[in-house]
C-alpha cells in the first residue's frame, strides 16, 4: 500500500517561533498532489496548503510554507510566526495523479502553541 | 472552496438501529466522498458517492453496512445500518470541484456514539 508517513504525533512551539512538522510519502507515480490540512479542536478539516509535483518551487501561503524534496519523497510543513490558532492535529495528505482522486491520510501531527 | 454542510452534527444511537448522515454543498460537484475519522485516529475512505450510479467502496467497507446515495450533484447520504460501539466514529463528507487542483474541501462532519 502506498502510504504517508508522519513520524511526529505531537509538536510543540512557543508563540511568534517558528515550527517544521515533517511527512515523508510512497508513490510509485510521477503527477500526484500534496497537501497539509489541519483540523482544529472543532473538527473541521481545513485545507492549509498545496504543492503539485510537478512543480520544482515550494509553495508558500502566508506564514505556511513546504519544503518538498520529489526525490526524497519528502513533503514538510513550515508555520513561521506561530499563533494560537495554528494549534491543531495536521495531517500530510498525498493524492494520486490521474483520474484517482483518492486522497491518502497521513496519521497526523498534533501542534501545541504555547502562549 | 465550498461550503459543505452536514445534519446530524452529532448524534447518540442504540445498537442495532441505523442512522442517515446527510451531506449538502452550496454548489454543483463532480466528485463526492465519505470518510471515517475513528477516536484519534486519521481518515479512511469509505466510498465515493456517485450522482446517479452506485456508490464506489473501498477495501473492508460494504453497501449493505454503508450505503450510499446521491440523487444530484449537490447532496448525498450515507447511512450506518445495525450499528454496534465500534462504528462511533467522526464521518465526514467531502466534494472535489471541477477544474480544482484536485484538493478536496470537507463538511464539518458529523461524531456518532453508538451505545
Known amino acids: 500500500a502506498q502510504t504517508v508517513t508522519q513520524s511526529q504525533p505531537e509538536m510543540s512551539v512557543q508563540e511568534a517561533e517558528t515550527v517544521t512538522l515533517s511527512c515523508t510519502y510512497d508513490t510509485s507515480e510521477s503527477d500526484y498532489y500534496l497537501f497539509w490540512y489541519k483540523q482544529p479542536p472543532s473538527r473541521q478539516m481545513i485545507l492549509v496548503i498545496r504543492q503539485e509535483a510537478y512543480k520544482q518551487q515550494n509553495a508558500t501561503e502566508n506564514r505556511f510554507s513546504v519544503n518538498f524534496q520529489k526525490a526524497a519523497k519528502s513533503f514538510s510543513l513550515k508555520i513561521s510566526d506561530s499563533q494560537l490558532g495554528d494549534a491543531a492535529m495536521y495531517f500530510c495528505?498525498?493524492?494520486?495523479?490521474?483520474?484517482?482522486?483518492?486522497?491518502?491520510f497521513g496519521k497526523g501531527t498534533l501542534l501545541t502553541v504555547n502562549p | 472552496s465550498a461550503v459543505i454542510s452536514q445534519k446530524p452534527s452529532r448524534d447518540i444511537c442504540q445498537r442495532g438501529t441505523s442512522l442517515t448522515i446527510q451531506c449538502q454543498v452550496d454548489?454543483?460537484?463532480?466528485?463526492m466522498f465519505w470518510y471515517r475519522q475513528q477516536p484519534g485516529q486519521s481518515l479512511t475512505l469509505i466510498a465515493t458517492?456517485?450522482?446517479?450510479?452506485?456508490?464506489?467502496?473501498e477495501s473492508g467497507f460494504v453497501i449493505d453496512k454503508f450505503p450510499i446515495s446521491r440523487p444530484n450533484l449537490t447532496f448525498s447520504t450515507l447511512t450506518v445500518s445495525n450499528m454496534s460501539p465500534e462504528d462511533s466514529s467522526i464521518y465526514l463528507c467531502?466534494?472535489?470541484?471541477?477544474?480544482?487542483?484536485?484538493?478536496?474541501?470537507f463538511g464539518p462532519g458529523t461524531r456518532l456514539t453508538v451505545l
Open positions: 495528505v498525498r493524492h494520486s495523479g490521474g483520474s484517482n482522486y483518492k486522497l491518502t
Open positions: 467531502s466534494v472535489r470541484k471541477r477544474g480544482g487542483g484536485n484538493e478536496q474541501f
Open positions: 454548489s454543483q460537484v463532480t466528485m
Open positions: 458517492a456517485n450522482q446517479g450510479s452506485e456508490a464506489t467502496y
